[in-house]
């Protein structure tokens, strides 16, 4: 695992500034802490920050191909390189070392952009082709690892993380209004989007091509609508069964010492039970718990770490170090309000000191129905069915409306919300099911300039866009795929990517395997949702490992007690970071956060993820006042320095 950044003046051919990607690359070195390298053919640039994992002596970057026409830079894992580099050898190719980034050299001098459809893994790389002077940048089918792009006067600059892109550009880089309207209403920003205009994320499934003609960007991969018939529950079962085992031992390749996440939770508990299988030595586990006993697992994850008699820690997170998001939001680099953030970063921080891999059960709930919501969805549907449009609307809409102005308790709140997803389509009853901030209350806290900014622009509109273009018509399936474009990608793996590569830990998410993600999305409803049991299949299927009790626990999701938190041990704090930066008051009106401050405080629990969001804004426009990065060449050190990025070193190569 790696970070990766880069600069190719294609536009003006201007000679790039050595110190800026250097710059750059430095403040990814909590990515790759084990060295770094860079390449540069005049108006290009590509830099390496390194975590070696496997072939720990020779896998430095950039790497190229035998005659250095073709150079990468990359960040991931690819699991089936091995299988990928004998035909590969067999054709003549010659290799120099034994890692996986260099089979993706030699795949790609065989296949072009198409070698991307036989990646099996995670990734993010640019590949130089000096030949066709061309650019190509890739990213995971999934959205596993990021990849983070600028378009500016003189032509690209991308990276891993958007701090990096912001230093390249000295700090100088506009605020994209919109983004702020969206991270409002669905908690994070989808991509192609970022908080920077001309700055975008690469999506899951796609290349961008880049050559002197222009950027053109083609989609590689996507989620087919075909279903998988079997004929039977138990041939479900044993496919389910065989990819879940090769998946893991797939991502159990490593030159360096693999462990787990273990929530205790069915997905994690699943990924260890078969960890367990394979590896010879006691499975390294790793958990995170809180003195607040509806949020705390461990007692959970102690069981399945004895089941399975796994070398087991665990550490207890209290309230002060939640003001580790200060720290954090630099590398989310962006409002990023999914405060469960913390916990991953402190048992990323945890496992660090024992494994530089661990696998997580990251994928569960998106590929088998394990949310509240796909539930509530599917018990909605025939209620929409049967009852004509104009009639829901009007009595269902008119509900709901009612109830939301008479009472401010979660519960009456929460029975308004149905009523009034119940009055409208599908489609618009699960769009407002995850908006945090309504219309209204957006009105209420933005201010002046913001909303003469957001005149006319809708932000459900992406996610319309998205749920149109899902294959199939069944409305739950349509949900899923959305899911997996939107929220398992801009939140839950963006979460978990900067948590744990803060602490310069690779995390590989076996349910996220492609080949799983298909036969799961393929998978007739009957298998992921059966009364009132979600994610089925899964469990019928784990039952080889886990016992029928620990099958039945509820989910709680991985999330922390920021509602008591933010009204006892961290009111002050939240609330002068709220109030007393300044920078916010082009977004925000301050009577209108006030009110919400109040009515959280005196009770009203529905405002807790609003004021996340404009907690984890406030610090956003700290960081952003006080870190505006101009370049301090002295204190660059390192081999551009040094030499002046002029002369030539290998892996570390500069031509």
Known sequence: MCGITGIWNYKTGRPIDCYRLQLMTNLLSHRGPDGDGFYRESSLGLGHRRLSIIDVEGGRQPMCNEDQTVWITFNGEIYNFQELRGPLVERGHVFTTHCDTEVIVHLYEELGPKCFEKLRGMF??????????????????????????????????????????????????????????????????PSPKTIYRDVYSLEPGHYLVVDRDGIRKQKYWDLEGEPVELGSESAYEGLLYDILKDSVRSHLVSDVPVGAFLSGGLDSSGVVAMMSQFMGDAVKTCSIGFDEEQYNELPQARTVAGLFATDHCEKVVTPEPAKVLERLTEHYGQPFPDHSCIPTYYVSKLARERVKVVLSGDGGDENFAGYEQYGRQKMLEPIRSSVPDSLRKAVFGSLGNHLQSLTRDGLSSRLARIFRELAVSSREGYLQSMVVADEGLQRLIFSPEL??????????????????????????????????????????????????MANSLEVRVPLLDHKLVEFAFALPLRYKLRGRTNKYLLRKTMQRHLPVSHLSLGKRGFSIPLRPWMRGALRDWVHATIFETPETARFLNREGVEQIW??????????????????????????????SPRLARETIVGPLATQGFSSTSVMGMVK
């Open 598 to 627: 109040q009515r959280f405080q005196d009770g009203e629990c529905q405002f807790s993820r609003v004021l996340a969001i404009i907690l984890s804004l406030a610090i956003s426009s700290r960081v952003w006042a006080r870190s």
């Open 124 to 189: 993010a790389l640019a590949l130089w082709d000096s030949r066709k002077q061309q650019l190509i940048l890739a990213r995971d089918r999934i959205g596993i690892k990021p990849l983070h792009y600028g378009l500016f006067d003189d032509g690209i600059v991308f990276a891993s993380e958007l701090n990096a892109i912001r230093a390249a550009t000295d700090g100088d880089l506009a605020i994209e209004y919109t983004s702020i309207a969206d991270v409002f209403t669905y908690f994070h920003i």
């Open 451 to 500: 909303q003469e900014q957001l005149a006319g622009y809708d932000p459900l509109d992406v996610y319309r866009r998205i749920y149109d273009q899902a294959p199939g018509n069944d409305p739950l399936s349509k949900m899923f795929y959305l899911d997996i474009k939107t929220y398992l990608v801009d939140d839950i793996l963006t979460k978990v990517d900067r948590a744990s």
